[in-house]
């Protein structure tokens, strides 16, 4: 089964608004990374966030890790059009030697 | 960051044929898999290709079905072979490459099939 589950499954916002999406998963992690990936196309990485850290921005993107509740967040601040895509939370287990496996997904629109 | 390129991009094949796809990244990297994607869900890790040993396949995965080599640090290949329509997926390639202590993984833009 998928190690991760994000919530909303989908999104639909105003161009200039803000984007949150969760990620929780089950077993204890080395990291997450979040994932972009436009219309079928393939992944861009956008963050990777340790297990001993707790927040990490990348321009307009923030995101949060929570272990204790096994649980990551996504933040896109002023979203544009071009940010309309599915975004993917991935976790690598400790041991896992580097495996991920991929959460559920968000798909969000932003509307011009 | 570590650059990955797939060939082919696309493919539509006939049921009961094989496909082998290629992935080819820029520099040397430590463990390289494969994932497939169905349509309208998230990724599945079909392997993890050792380099100069089989494949880690996992759960739900065989290597009759799915064959995988990795001559090098920076080449893999997937066949799927005798092809069904519910092989229709998108296939993707990644490789992790430790920097600074973190195992980043980067994505090849994967290859469509279809298969009739």
């Known amino acids: 089964s998928q190690q991760g589950e994000e919530d909303p499954q989908a999104l639909s916002i105003q161009e200039g608004e803000n984007a949150t999406m969760n990620c929780s998963y089950k077993t204890s992690i080395n990291n997450l990374q979040w994932y972009r990936q436009n219309s079928g196309r393939g992944l861009v990485h956008l963050i990777l966030?340790?297990?001993?850290?707790r927040e990490k921005h990348s321009g307009r993107l923030r995101v949060t890790l929570d272990t204790s509740k096994k649980s990551s967040s996504l933040l896109i601040t002023a979203s544009r059009a071009a940010d309309t895509a599915s975004y993917f939370c991935a976790t690598a287990v400790i041991g896992g030697y580097q495996k991920v496996t991929f959460g559920t997904g968000t798909k969000l629109q932003v509307i011009p | 960051s570590a650059v990955i390129s797939q060939k082919p991009s696309r493919d539509i094949c006939q049921r009961g044929t094989s496909l082998t796809i290629q992935c080819q990244v820029d520099s040397q990297v430590t463990m390289m898999f494969w994932y497939r994607q169905q349509p309208g869900q998230s990724l599945t890790l079909i392997a993890t290709a050792n380099q100069g040993s089989e494949a880690t396949y996992e759960s739900g995965f065989v290597i009759d079905k799915f064959p995988i080599s990795r001559p090098n640090l920076t080449f893999s290949t997937l066949t799927v072979s005798n092809m069904s329509p519910e092989d229709s997926s998108i296939y993707l390639c990644?490789?992790?490459?430790?920097?600074?202590?973190?195992?980043?993984?980067?994505f090849g833009p994967g290859t469509r099939l279809t298969v009739l």
């Open positions: 990644s490789a992790g490459k430790r920097a600074g202590g973190t195992d980043t993984q980067y």
């Open positions: 966030i340790r297990s001993n850290e």
